[in-house]
């Protein structure tokens, strides 16, 4: 079984340009996430959908963060325009429907530094 | 709100070692607790779990026990390899208050030096 892919795994872009992060979810997973973290520091929740609908996106920076599931399986996250502290790797996981256990799937993440 | 708490690293130990590493939660409900792996340039990997108190969580010869009365999750080896130097995560998923939302500890970076 395929885990969850991100592309790309890295990016660089001068600040006031901007950048998207593609995410695709383990088959059949309804529920993504994704997370920022920064150096020496855990995941941050930034957005969760359920299938197509965001159900959390209280911590998402949304003046310049966007963030989108059309059809409920893979995503695109969206900053416009990146600044030098949106420096960080941006992590996608995704976890099966239902509430399960908690337990989520990460993908490797893409580290995006801003120059 | 929720928040775990992380025994500060990094922790460098020499190969066959017994490893601790501290973790102490605060949840309003009840929670699933877990230890993520994150290897260098990959995505964290779950470790272990525990979904009630006094579970005891366990994979490759690491260990947690959910202990309610003390909200502790220590992670726990007896003996580790060169292989487990890597960062590992703390976390909590409160299912009974916010379905699918997890909190993350800052992480704990261990080196075993062989």
């Known amino acids: 079984e395929a885990g969850v892919v991100q592309s790309p795994r890295y990016k660089i872009i001068e600040k006031k340009q901007p950048v998207a992060f593609w995410c695709n979810p383990i088959s059949g997973h309804n529920t993504l996430y994704w997370y920022l973290q920064n150096l020496g520091q855990g995941p941050e929740l930034l957005i969760r959908y359920e299938n197509e609908e965001a159900v959390d996106d209280s911590q998402l920076p949304k003046d310049r963060f966007s963030a989108e599931r059309l059809k409920g399986v893979d995503s695109t996250l969206k900053i416009q325009p990146a600044e030098l502290g949106d420096s960080a790797v941006y992590l996608c996981?995704?976890?099966?429907?239902?509430?399960?256990?908690?337990?989520?799937?990460f993908g490797p993440g893409t580290r995006l530094t801003v120059l | 709100g929720n928040s775990v708490t992380q025994m500060e690293g990094p922790v460098t130990l020499s190969e066959e070692a017994f490893l601790t590493i501290n973790c102490t939660y605060t949840?309003?409900?009840?929670?699933?607790l877990f230890w993520y792996v994150q290897y260098p340039g990959e995505g964290l990997q779950l470790l272990l779990k525990?979904?009630?108190?006094?579970d005891k969580g366990s994979n490759k010869g690491f260990e947690a026990t959910y202990r309610k009365e003390t909200t502790s999750f220590h992670l726990e080896k007896g003996s580790v390899q060169v292989s487990d130097s890597a960062v590992y995560f703390c976390a909590l998923s409160d299912l009974s208050t916010n379905a699918g939302k997890s909190t993350f500890g800052d992480g704990t970076t261990l080196t075993v030096k062989p």
């Open positions: 996981a995704s976890s099966p429907r239902g509430r399960g256990n908690g337990e989520q799937f």
């Open positions: 949840a309003t409900g009840y929670p699933s």
């Open positions: 525990a979904t009630k108190a006094d």
